[in-house]
């Protein structure tokens, strides 16, 4: 019997699995359009409200647990059992999400936990089909494909609300949503009043987030499909790409978003393989990062002059988070309730929150120390072990999908990126195919002889 090199038996393994590529994109991308709303606003009779659809909000929510429910039983027959990711990060997921139970039993407001639960199974049975199915394939240009094209939708959106949408809004808003406005916070008008675009997400933080975390792996899908194509042709092609999307970062306003970035490109150009030395790289790359940090500067020159305000309400989300640890260290006060508990602790003149705007404060405050150590170690642990795993050996996408993750899980520590499906599925997905390709024995051809 003849035995198939390794390298022939690795691609016909991989066949099967980019069909699940496919599917898996598409969710991603239908995640782009219809669910950019935090899952602590999935209450029908908030989803349903017509501020909510000017929002661009109203969403089938149901459906998107369906879809997870088809990616699983796609992905059984596929699964591959002999993978090698280390133990502690196939237990940390699922000792996470069973955490989240054990804290439910003792929540204030059983439908926000609720909400959240349902969510945050699905982004572990996410990771899992990733891992053990999605890793099969060491090319994303399937799963790149249908996400490539809703995120293009995603910006189309962006550019229509900057040269004209927003002020259409604007119009109706103040027309037939302002008289019953007396059901919000105040703060919507404001919003409403801002040139900052959100395109299909549920504000303009979050589709800087989107950005950030998909840009990298997208700009190298479109790269590897004009692969026919002549290299001046598929650097314009990359370039426009890539413009579009910054250009919706920056018209985003989002000052993290634009600080993530900045680090992110420094790090990439540290890694390119130019013809100069690590010094003058470094050099190169400090220059261009200090160019980026003045024109931060520059251009938010007048929020140093007032005070950062939304630094400010930050530190009163974790204030407040701070203290409802300290009154329940164990189970905290259920998945999706800090904003249960806030209203308990805010100054009066601070505005309402429904999140802590910082994902690994909310979970010690939504589910006690043993809820935020595990989900931590799982994301930042992750993102440390994987770097020199990912980032180092030399795969476009791995180093590509392993920097989206990275800049997702830095903006968390000011966004609630965890609780918008449209950005924790991706960043959990992504996640499993990077433990799934460094754990893969297929990726690791046995010695000669």
Not at 124 to 136: D, E, G, K, W
Not at 219 to 229: A, D, E, I
Request: hydrophobic fraction near 55%; glycine fraction near 8%; aromatic fraction near 14%.
């Amino acid at each position: 019997m003849k035995h198939k090199p390794p390298e022939a038996r690795a691609a016909n393994l991989a066949l099967p699995g980019k069909g699940f590529a496919f599917l898996t994109g598409s969710i991603f991308g239908l995640a782009l359009i219809f669910w950019g709303t935090p899952v602590v606003l999935d209450d029908p009779a908030v989803a349903a409200h017509p501020f909510m659809e000017v929002l661009g909000a109203a969403a089938p929510t149901h459906a998107r647990y369906w879809l997870v429910a088809v990616l699983v039983l796609t992905g059984l027959p596929l699964v591959c059992w002999r993978s090698t990711i280390p133990r502690w990060v196939l237990i940390l997921p699922a000792l996470w999400l069973g955490w989240q139970f054990v804290s439910a039993t003792q929540t204030v407001d059983g439908a926000l936990t609720r909400a959240t639960l349902k969510h945050f199974a699905a982004c572990v049975v996410i990771f899992y089909t990733s891992a053990l199915v999605l890793s099969r394939n060491r090319n994303l240009a399937a799963l790149g494909i249908p996400l490539g094209l809703c995120f293009l939708w995603m910006l189309r959106v962006g550019f229509e609300q900057r040269f004209g949408g927003l002020e259409a809004t604007r119009e109706y808003f103040y027309l037939y949503i302002l008289p019953n406005l007396e059901a919000y916070p105040r703060n919507f008008v404001s919003r409403m009043s801002s040139d900052r675009i959100y395109a299909t997400l549920f504000y303009p933080n979050a589709l800087a987030g989107v950005i950030l975390l998909h840009l990298p792996m997208l700009l190298v899908t479109v790269w590897t499909l004009g692969n026919r194509l002549t290299v001046p042709s598929r650097c314009v092609l990359v370039a426009v790409f890539a413009l579009a999307s910054l250009a919706c970062l920056l018209w985003s306003g989002s000052k993290t978003g634009w600080l993530v970035m900045a680090a992110a490109a420094f790090l990439v150009f540290l890694r390119l393989p130019l013809p100069l030395t690590q010094r003058w790289k470094l050099g190169i790359a400090a220059a261009v990062l200090v160019v980026g940090l003045a024109g931060f500067a520059w251009k938010y020159a007048d929020l140093f002059e007032r005070g950062p305000t939304s630094v400010v309400a930050r530190l009163d989300y974790w204030r407040a988070a701070w203290l409802t640890l300290q009154e329940r260290p164990l189970t905290g006060t259920g998945p999706g309730t800090f904003a249960v508990a806030y209203a308990r602790v805010k100054p009066p003149e601070a505005e309402m929150a429904k999140l802590a705007h910082n994902d690994y404060i909310e979970q010690a405050s939504d589910s006690g120390i043993p809820g935020f150590l595990a989900y931590t170690v799982l994301i930042l642990g992750s993102v440390g072990v994987l770097y020199r795993r990912s980032f180092h050996r030399g795969q476009p996408f791995e180093g590509a999908v392993w920097l989206g993750v990275a800049c997702w899980s830095l903006q968390s520590f000011m966004e609630f990126g965890l609780y918008i499906p449209a950005l924790a599925w991706p960043a959990f997905g992504y996640l499993g195919w990077l433990w799934g390709m460094a754990g893969n024995a297929i990726d690791k051809p046995p010695p000669a002889g």
